[in-house]
Structures are given as C-alpha cells and as structure tokens.
C-alpha cells in the first residue's frame, strides 16, 4: 500500500490531522508521501494540485504492473532436469 497526501499550509486543522495520519502510517512502515503547498482547501488548491495525486497514482499502478510481471517471470514454464 502507498498512500498520497497533500494539504495547504492555511488548513491548520486538516495539516496537523494529516500529519498525525502520516506519522502513524509510517511507524507502520505504510509508504506514504505527504505534501505541503500554500493554500488552504479550496477549488483553486484542487485544481492546481490534483495533477500531483493523479501522478502519484498512475506512478503505483505502473509500479504494481512491473512488479505483478515480474513474479510470473517463468511461470508456464517446464523445470529442467
């Protein structure tokens, strides 16, 4: 599991929040990324950062796909003598 987070600076609650989350996440060896931009939650901040998570996911499916291939590297594949 990977986890992405990102929070404005102006979100006191919400950073302090996320913070807490990703303290705990990554005492339980959970990677996680965890970001800070200023702004607070608003449109504009999710305009402006949802690319960021976007990337973050799309970089995890393609990284369990390079993984997930190569576990079944020789798999089918008869044992040799």
Do not use: C
């Given at each position: 599991?990977?986890?992405?987070?990102?929070?404005?600076?102006?979100?006191?609650?919400?950073?302090?929040?996320?913070?807490?989350?990703?303290?705990?996440?990554?005492?339980?060896?959970?990677?996680?990324?965890?970001?800070?931009?200023?702004?607070?939650?608003?449109?504009?901040?999710?305009?402006?950062?949802?690319?960021?998570?976007?990337?973050?996911?799309?970089?995890?499916?393609?990284?369990?796909?390079?993984?997930?291939?190569?576990?079944?590297?020789?798999h089918?594949?008869?044992?040799?003598?």
């Amino acid at each position: 599991m990977r986890i992405y987070l990102d929070s404005g600076k102006s979100d006191i609650n919400e950073l302090k929040e996320a913070t807490e989350f990703t303290n705990v996440i990554s005492k339980l060896k959970i990677y996680n990324m965890f970001k800070q931009f200023p702004g607070s939650h608003t449109w504009d901040y999710w305009r402006e950062h949802l690319a960021d998570s976007l990337t973050f996911v799309g970089e995890q499916f393609q990284i369990a796909q390079i993984a997930h291939a190569a576990d079944n590297v020789g798999h089918g594949q008869l044992k040799k003598p």
